[in-house]
Protein backbone atom coordinates (compact mmCIF):
# COMPACT_ATOMS: atom_id res chain seq x y z
CA UNK A 1 0.00 0.00 0.00
CA UNK A 2 1.46 3.47 -0.59
CA UNK A 3 1.86 5.42 2.05
CA UNK A 4 0.64 8.85 -0.18
CA UNK A 5 -3.16 7.75 -0.27
CA UNK A 6 -5.24 7.53 2.74
CA UNK A 7 -7.30 4.67 3.45
CA UNK A 8 -10.74 4.95 4.90
CA UNK A 9 -12.66 1.59 6.02
CA UNK A 10 -16.47 0.58 5.51
CA UNK A 11 -16.84 1.86 9.25
CA UNK A 12 -15.18 5.19 8.80
CA UNK A 13 -17.44 5.79 5.66
CA UNK A 14 -20.98 5.17 7.19
CA UNK A 15 -19.49 7.48 10.44
CA UNK A 16 -19.31 10.27 7.70
CA UNK A 17 -15.48 11.06 7.03
CA UNK A 18 -17.67 11.39 5.09
CA UNK A 19 -17.25 13.51 1.98
CA UNK A 20 -18.50 11.57 -1.12
CA UNK A 21 -17.41 12.78 -4.32
CA UNK A 22 -21.00 15.01 -4.31
CA UNK A 23 -19.89 16.33 -1.35
CA UNK A 24 -16.75 18.03 -2.21
CA UNK A 25 -18.70 18.84 -5.75
CA UNK A 26 -21.60 20.51 -3.23
CA UNK A 27 -18.27 22.42 -0.89
CA UNK A 28 -16.83 23.94 -4.06
CA UNK A 29 -19.90 25.10 -5.18
CA UNK A 30 -19.79 27.46 -2.43
CA UNK A 31 -16.04 28.81 -3.46
CA UNK A 32 -15.71 32.66 -4.85
CA UNK A 33 -12.26 32.88 -4.22
CA UNK A 34 -9.28 30.42 -3.70
CA UNK A 35 -5.14 31.17 -3.48
CA UNK A 36 -3.31 28.53 -5.49
CA UNK A 37 -0.04 27.71 -3.86
CA UNK A 38 2.35 25.96 -5.23
CA UNK A 39 5.15 23.71 -3.15
CA UNK A 40 7.78 24.11 -5.73
CA UNK A 41 7.74 27.98 -4.81
CA UNK A 42 9.24 29.58 -1.56
CA UNK A 43 6.40 31.83 0.74
CA UNK A 44 7.42 33.38 3.88
CA UNK A 45 5.28 32.42 6.80
CA UNK A 46 3.59 35.68 7.29
CA UNK A 47 2.32 35.70 3.81
CA UNK A 48 1.03 32.27 4.11
CA UNK A 49 -0.48 33.29 7.28
CA UNK A 50 -2.43 36.56 5.92
CA UNK A 51 -3.76 34.37 2.78
CA UNK A 52 -5.14 31.47 5.34
CA UNK A 53 -6.98 33.83 7.58
CA UNK A 54 -7.93 36.54 4.50
CA UNK A 55 -10.95 34.84 4.24
CA UNK A 56 -10.60 33.11 1.29
CA UNK A 57 -13.09 29.93 0.85
CA UNK A 58 -10.17 27.56 0.21
CA UNK A 59 -6.79 27.28 -0.28
CA UNK A 60 -5.22 24.79 -3.31
CA UNK A 61 -2.37 22.80 -3.05
CA UNK A 62 -0.92 22.00 -6.40
CA UNK A 63 1.70 22.98 -9.68
CA UNK A 64 3.08 21.78 -12.74
CA UNK A 65 6.84 21.40 -11.91
CA UNK A 66 9.36 20.45 -9.29
CA UNK A 67 6.34 18.79 -6.93
CA UNK A 68 6.91 16.41 -4.91
CA UNK A 69 5.71 14.59 -1.67
CA UNK A 70 7.79 16.24 0.33
CA UNK A 71 7.45 19.73 -0.67
CA UNK A 72 3.53 19.11 -0.76
CA UNK A 73 3.87 17.76 2.45
CA UNK A 74 5.68 20.70 4.11
CA UNK A 75 3.24 23.18 2.81
CA UNK A 76 -0.07 21.21 4.10
CA UNK A 77 1.25 21.13 7.27
CA UNK A 78 1.91 24.39 7.36
CA UNK A 79 -1.53 25.00 6.44
CA UNK A 80 -3.13 22.76 8.20
CA UNK A 81 -2.32 25.56 11.34
CA UNK A 82 -5.07 27.61 9.97
CA UNK A 83 -8.67 26.93 9.87
CA UNK A 84 -9.31 27.13 6.12
CA UNK A 85 -9.92 24.08 3.85
CA UNK A 86 -7.11 22.68 1.87
CA UNK A 87 -7.35 20.92 -1.38
CA UNK A 88 -4.55 19.39 -3.50
CA UNK A 89 -4.84 19.25 -6.60
CA UNK A 90 -2.81 16.22 -7.95
CA UNK A 91 -0.37 16.43 -10.78
CA UNK A 92 1.57 13.95 -9.99
CA UNK A 93 0.14 10.57 -8.37
CA UNK A 94 3.56 9.82 -5.84
CA UNK A 95 2.56 13.45 -4.38
CA UNK A 96 -0.41 12.78 -3.06
CA UNK A 97 -0.90 13.77 1.00
CA UNK A 98 -3.15 12.69 3.60
CA UNK A 99 -4.99 15.22 5.68
CA UNK A 100 -6.49 17.58 3.16
CA UNK A 101 -10.48 18.04 2.40
CA UNK A 102 -10.26 17.07 -0.62
CA UNK A 103 -8.29 16.48 -3.75
CA UNK A 104 -8.85 17.99 -7.31
CA UNK A 105 -8.05 15.43 -10.33
CA UNK A 106 -7.32 17.76 -13.28
CA UNK A 107 -7.89 16.52 -17.17
CA UNK A 108 -7.15 18.94 -20.02
CA UNK A 109 -9.63 19.07 -22.48
CA UNK A 110 -7.51 20.69 -24.92
CA UNK A 111 -4.69 18.50 -24.34
CA UNK A 112 -2.72 17.72 -27.64
CA UNK A 113 -1.91 14.22 -26.47
CA UNK A 114 -4.48 11.43 -24.69
CA UNK A 115 -2.11 11.32 -21.96
CA UNK A 116 -3.15 14.33 -20.23
CA UNK A 117 -7.13 13.16 -20.76
CA UNK A 118 -6.77 9.49 -19.64
CA UNK A 119 -3.59 8.20 -20.44
CA UNK A 120 -1.90 9.46 -17.17
CA UNK A 121 -5.12 9.76 -15.17
CA UNK A 122 -5.79 5.29 -16.17
CA UNK A 123 -1.83 4.85 -14.89
CA UNK A 124 -2.38 6.06 -11.84
CA UNK A 125 -5.82 4.33 -11.01
CA UNK A 126 -4.38 1.18 -12.49
CA UNK A 127 -1.72 1.75 -9.37
CA UNK A 128 -3.59 2.93 -7.08
CA UNK A 129 -7.37 2.91 -7.57
CA UNK A 130 -8.09 0.40 -4.28
CA UNK A 131 -6.94 2.69 -1.91
CA UNK A 132 -7.80 6.14 -3.50
CA UNK A 133 -10.97 7.91 -1.28
CA UNK A 134 -13.30 8.78 -4.03
CA UNK A 135 -15.57 10.42 -2.05
CA UNK A 136 -12.95 13.27 -1.56
CA UNK A 137 -11.76 13.59 -5.00
CA UNK A 138 -13.26 16.38 -7.84
CA UNK A 139 -12.41 16.03 -11.45
CA UNK A 140 -11.41 19.80 -13.17
CA UNK A 141 -12.08 20.14 -16.92
CA UNK A 142 -8.89 22.56 -17.82
CA UNK A 143 -9.13 24.41 -20.76
CA UNK A 144 -5.52 25.64 -20.98
CA UNK A 145 -5.19 29.23 -22.79
CA UNK A 146 -1.77 30.29 -22.53
CA UNK A 147 0.41 28.95 -25.07
CA UNK A 148 3.70 30.38 -22.97
CA UNK A 149 2.69 28.73 -19.78
CA UNK A 150 4.33 25.44 -18.41
CA UNK A 151 1.54 23.66 -18.43
CA UNK A 152 0.81 24.78 -22.10
CA UNK A 153 4.17 23.58 -22.93
CA UNK A 154 3.83 20.17 -21.02
CA UNK A 155 0.46 19.01 -21.94
CA UNK A 156 0.85 20.05 -25.80
CA UNK A 157 -2.33 22.34 -25.36
CA UNK A 158 -4.34 23.75 -28.69
CA UNK A 159 -4.50 26.97 -27.42
CA UNK A 160 -5.00 28.60 -30.89
CA UNK A 161 -9.51 28.54 -30.00
CA UNK A 162 -11.78 31.07 -29.89
CA UNK A 163 -15.31 31.31 -27.81
CA UNK A 164 -16.99 28.95 -29.39
CA UNK A 165 -14.34 26.42 -29.27
CA UNK A 166 -14.10 27.11 -25.54
CA UNK A 167 -18.13 27.01 -25.13
CA UNK A 168 -18.11 23.32 -26.52
CA UNK A 169 -15.64 22.29 -24.17
CA UNK A 170 -17.61 23.28 -21.60
CA UNK A 171 -20.54 21.80 -23.07
CA UNK A 172 -18.85 18.37 -24.04
CA UNK A 173 -16.92 18.55 -20.26
CA UNK A 174 -20.77 18.71 -18.57
CA UNK A 175 -23.35 17.03 -21.03
CA UNK A 176 -20.69 14.22 -22.15
CA UNK A 177 -18.68 13.25 -19.38
CA UNK A 178 -20.62 14.80 -16.11
CA UNK A 179 -17.04 16.63 -15.16
CA UNK A 180 -18.34 18.46 -12.22
CA UNK A 181 -15.93 21.87 -12.92
CA UNK A 182 -14.45 23.66 -15.90
CA UNK A 183 -11.46 25.16 -15.13
CA UNK A 184 -10.13 28.40 -17.68
CA UNK A 185 -6.51 28.11 -17.55
CA UNK A 186 -4.85 31.06 -18.36
CA UNK A 187 -1.25 30.85 -15.95
CA UNK A 188 0.88 33.86 -16.24
CA UNK A 189 -1.21 35.96 -17.92
CA UNK A 190 -4.63 37.64 -18.25
CA UNK A 191 -7.11 36.21 -20.12
CA UNK A 192 -10.05 37.36 -22.24
CA UNK A 193 -13.13 38.07 -20.78
CA UNK A 194 -14.91 36.71 -24.04
CA UNK A 195 -13.98 33.35 -23.59
CA UNK A 196 -14.28 32.73 -19.83
CA UNK A 197 -17.94 34.25 -20.81
CA UNK A 198 -18.38 31.55 -23.47
CA UNK A 199 -17.27 29.07 -20.97
CA UNK A 200 -20.06 30.31 -18.69
CA UNK A 201 -22.62 30.16 -21.61
CA UNK A 202 -21.51 26.27 -22.28
CA UNK A 203 -22.19 25.35 -18.55
CA UNK A 204 -25.72 24.69 -16.41
CA UNK A 205 -24.52 22.85 -13.73
CA UNK A 206 -20.49 22.52 -14.27
CA UNK A 207 -18.35 25.05 -11.58
CA UNK A 208 -16.47 27.38 -13.63
CA UNK A 209 -13.50 28.04 -12.37
CA UNK A 210 -10.77 30.95 -13.72
CA UNK A 211 -6.95 31.06 -12.72
CA UNK A 212 -4.39 33.79 -14.67
CA UNK A 213 -3.05 36.86 -14.10
CA UNK A 214 -5.32 38.22 -11.44
CA UNK A 215 -3.33 41.45 -10.90
CA UNK A 216 -6.05 43.38 -8.67
CA UNK A 217 -9.66 45.01 -8.04
CA UNK A 218 -10.58 44.95 -12.27
CA UNK A 219 -9.13 41.34 -13.08
CA UNK A 220 -11.22 40.16 -9.79
CA UNK A 221 -14.32 41.68 -10.20
CA UNK A 222 -14.65 40.88 -14.17
CA UNK A 223 -13.76 37.34 -14.31
CA UNK A 224 -16.15 36.92 -10.97
CA UNK A 225 -19.03 38.16 -13.17
CA UNK A 226 -18.70 34.89 -15.00
CA UNK A 227 -16.67 32.70 -13.01
CA UNK A 228 -18.00 30.83 -10.09
CA UNK A 229 -14.68 30.59 -8.43
CA UNK A 230 -11.57 32.92 -8.98
CA UNK A 231 -8.15 31.78 -8.35
CA UNK A 232 -4.95 33.98 -7.29
CA UNK A 233 -1.66 32.02 -7.39
CA UNK A 234 1.44 34.64 -9.12
CA UNK A 235 0.12 37.45 -7.50
CA UNK A 236 0.66 36.17 -3.83
CA UNK A 237 4.37 35.31 -4.57
CA UNK A 238 5.10 39.06 -6.01
CA UNK A 239 2.54 41.20 -4.27
CA UNK A 240 0.80 39.34 -1.11
CA UNK A 241 -0.84 42.44 -0.39
CA UNK A 242 -2.72 42.94 -3.69
CA UNK A 243 -3.48 39.27 -3.55
CA UNK A 244 -5.47 39.43 -0.44
CA UNK A 245 -7.47 42.63 -1.71
CA UNK A 246 -8.79 40.40 -4.58
CA UNK A 247 -10.88 38.01 -1.48
CA UNK A 248 -13.39 40.53 -0.85
CA UNK A 249 -13.09 41.27 -4.85
CA UNK A 250 -14.22 37.95 -6.10
CA UNK A 251 -16.84 37.94 -3.56
CA UNK A 252 -18.33 41.19 -3.86
CA UNK A 253 -18.87 40.81 -7.59
CA UNK A 254 -22.30 39.26 -9.03
CA UNK A 255 -21.81 36.46 -11.25
CA UNK A 256 -21.13 32.84 -11.62
CA UNK A 257 -24.13 30.48 -11.73
CA UNK A 258 -26.12 33.21 -8.77
Known amino acids: M???????NSAEREAGCGRGASMLEERMKHWRHAFKLDPNRALP???LEEVCTSGT???IVGGTDGITYENSRRLIERISAYPVECVQEISDAEAVVPGVSGYLLPVVLNAGSVEWV???QQRAIKRYGDWIPWDMVAVLGYVVMNPASKVARRTGSQTRIDAEDVKAYARMAERMFRIPAVYVEYSGTYGDEKIVRAAREGTDRSHLFYGGGIAGETEARTMAKWADTVVVGNLVYRNVAAALETVHQAKEAKGGSE
Open 2 to 8: PDSFVVY
Open 45 to 47: DRA
Open 57 to 59: DAV
Open 118 to 120: LGA
